[in-house]
């Protein structure tokens, strides 16, 4: 759907996004999301990777990683999901409106520690 959509890249966006309108919930496992915190992949592997061609372990990380992106910067918010799969579309950031320097934090790894943490506070509750 997305790539009919003419969204053909980044990787992790793809993915991410995919994930999120599925509404998969395997990839917030806290372990997982800690070890995505702990080390995550590094931006042009998540933008440029085909994750069923990593190894098993590592295409694991990057679907993790990849949703975490997604769901911290769409937050719960479907406009700003509207808004990243235009951008991702277009590859323009202008779609993103006044999100776009918001998306250019998440990317950057020393967002991660702060990123994870609100994704495992918010899964708290449901445990």
Do not use: H, K, N
Not at 12 to 24: D, F
Not at 26 to 41: D, G, I, K
Not at 79 to 96: I, K, Q, W
Request: glycine share 6%.
């Amino acid at each position: 759907m997305l790539m009919s959509r003419g969204m053909l890249g980044p990787a992790w966006a793809q993915e991410g996004i995919a994930m999120y309108i599925a509404q998969e919930t395997w990839w917030l496992a806290p372990a997982r999301l800690e070890q995505v915190r702990q080390a995550p992949m590094p931006l042009q592997l998540m933008e440029q990777a085909v994750p069923y061609t990593l190894r098993t372990d590592d295409a694991l990380m990057f679907y993790v990683q990849a949703a975490s992106m997604v769901r911290c910067f769409v937050r719960g918010d479907s406009t700003r999901l509207r808004r990243l799969m235009d951008a991702m579309g277009t590859g323009e950031e202008a779609a993103l409106g006044g999100s776009s320097d918001e998306l250019a934090q998440l990317l950057e790894p020393s967002t991660w520690e702060s990123c994870i943490d609100t994704l495992t506070q918010d899964m708290a509750p449901l445990r």
